[in-house]
């Protein structure tokens, strides 16, 4: 039988988090699997424990959003174990682009009974990151999110963008993809493994969880009147048919600019410019079908 730990982020979601486990947890115990529970109070410390109890032999149950996801998953790398998410933050866009079950029936069971899965990391600076590494308006975007968690999380999510375009000045990126280097003024650079942020956009549809690739997508300057066309053309992935918007793969990407940025991933700012990021093929072992 397996045990688990479940690492809880207490204000994922204002609270969600917990409120997601617990009849996860019901079910589970309920088989007779071993649970236990530790609410995390730090990045350092998600990564510390979920390492801590996947060396134990349990699998290592993120339960909030996807930033949690991203701290436990380095910590169940580093150890080599098993990584499961119960969804409890505002966006989920990993839980949406593994297709989790939404239900905590269906969740136990997929954690009592699921094979895992490999799915690739990104690594910025030793941060890993099982989702998107991002730099420009969507991450002054997600600045804006992270003060204003009083707000609903897609409405948040929706009026972050248009705040961040009132005050944005495109600068000149410098990308280098696999030592390629090529630059041009634009409103987002994306390092992309699962391709969905910001509450349900498809930003890069082309990325592939597994592929042991980075899908790297630029967003050239454009007028400031499209920003709201662009994000709804992003809900179904219309916008990378936009002149503006190019496409390349790589394996490894540093990311410049002439303006100071903040670097985002899954949720996060986690690191200044420039900034490196590399692939870790099939690293991560996680219960997803």
């Known amino acids: 039988m397996r045990a688990f730990t479940a690492l809880v982020n207490p204000i994922s979601g204002g609270g969600h988090g917990l409120r997601q486990w617990e009849p996860v947890a019901d079910v589970l115990r309920s088989a007779g699997a071993g649970v236990r529970v530790v609410e995390t109070s730090s990045a350092e410390h998600a990564r510390s424990a979920a390492a801590s109890a996947a060396r134990d032999g349990d699998i290592v149950v993120a339960v909030g959003g996807d930033g949690l996801v ?25 839980a949406r682009a593994l297709a989790l079950p939404s239900s905590a029936a269906e969740l136990a069971r997929l954690l009592l009974d699921g094979e895992p899965r490999a799915i690739d990391v990104l690594d910025v600076g030793g941060v890993l990151v099982p989702g998107n590494v991002y730099v420009g308006i969507d991450s002054l975007s997600t600045r804006i999110i992270n003060d204003t968690r009083w707000l609903p999380a897609l409405l948040a999510y929706r009026l972050a963008p248009v705040r961040a375009i009132l005050r944005w000045r495109s600068p000149m990126f410098t990308v280098t993809v696999d030592g390629q280097a090529h630059s041009v003024r634009a409103y987002s650079v994306v390092v992309a493994n699962s391709g969905a942020y910001g509450h349900g956009l498809r930003i890069v549809p082309s990325a592939v969880l597994d592929d042991g690739a980075l899908d790297v997508l630029t967003v050239g300057d454009g007028p400031r009147r499209e920003i709201v066309k662009f994000m709804r053309e992003a809900k179904t992935g219309e916008h990378v048919r936009r002149d503006e918007v190019t496409l390349t793969t790589g394996t490894s990407v540093t990311i410049d ?31 997803a079908p």
């Open 70 to 94: 991203r701290d436990v998953a380095g910590g169940v790398v580093d150890a080599g174990g098993v990584l499961g998410v119960v969804p409890g933050g505002r966006g989920n866009d990993l």
């Open 257 to 287: 600019a002439d303006a100071p940025l903040p670097v985002c991933a899954d949720g996060d700012e986690i690191t200044t410019l420039p900034a490196t990021v590399r692939i870790h093929p099939k690293a991560l072992r996680i219960l």
